[in-house]
T-cell receptor
């Protein structure tokens, strides 16, 4: 069975400081992992994906995530937050089926 | 620019009405999906389709049906709308898994309010 847990429902950071959004997963098979971002009243946009290649994955807008099998984690980071990063972020896992399992989301607030 | 287009951004319908939500993609994707998104619950899969005229139930299919007569179009139908179906509905499409896990492409969503 697969599952994904986003450890924080809300995260607040100051503009220019680092961002860390945490995600743990559970999967019986080699997973593919994704991070999506959703801005208010918009659909979800793919930020980055891990599909068994390099464990450090770089995405759009300066975000990156590291796949750590020993910790079953796939945390999303960014060195310096920008006001435009304020959004909701979803961690997603799949294990070779059609079905993607979504986390419940982390809402990122960026303070001026 | 590749797209998944949902026909309505906002809809208000009355209880008991039959509601159609339309989704069209221009990427020649085999798979198409309907999710609903509710605060604190994340995204929940209603139905998906892996080919024309093929459909599979997701996690919460009750009260919904779907139609896929053409590859590019996937419709979600609320047979008799109820207030507990007030939600954001998201359509997505993707290549089949055997083509690689490239992720979904999502539409912008339809916010449905049933009164």
């Amino acid at each position: 069975a697969q599952s994904v847990t986003q450890l924080d429902s809300h995260v607040s950071v100051s503009e220019g400081t680092p961002v860390l959004l945490r995600c743990n997963y559970s999967s019986s098979y080699s997973p593919s992992l994704f991070w999506y971002v959703q801005h208010p009243n918009k659909g979800l946009q793919l930020l980055l994906k891990y599909t068994s290649a390099a464990t450090l994955v770089k995405g759009i807008n300066g975000f990156e995530a590291e796949f750590k099998k020993s910790e079953t984690s796939f945390h999303l980071t960014k060195p310096s937050a920008h006001m435009s990063d304020a959004a909701e972020y979803f961690c997603v896992v799949t294990s070779g089926t059609y079905k993607y399992i979504f986390g419940t989301g982390t809402r990122l607030k960026v303070l001026a | 620019d590749v797209k998944v287009t949902q026909s309505s951004r906002y809809l208000v319908k009355r209880t008991g009405e039959k509601v159609f939500l339309e989704c069209v993609q221009d990427m020649d994707h085999e798979n198409m999906f309907w999710y609903r998104q509710d605060p604190g619950l994340g995204l929940r899969l209603i139905y998906f389709s892996y080919d024309v005229k093929m459909k599979e139930k997701g996690d919460i299919p009750e009260g919904y049906s779907v139609s896929r007569e053409k590859k590019e179009r996937f419709s979600l139908i609320l047979e008799s709308a109820s207030t507990n179906q007030t939600s954001m509905y998201l359509c997505a499409s993707s290549f089949p898994i055997w083509a690689g896990s490239y992720g979904y492409t999502f539409g912008s969503g339809t916010r449905l309010t049933v009164v």
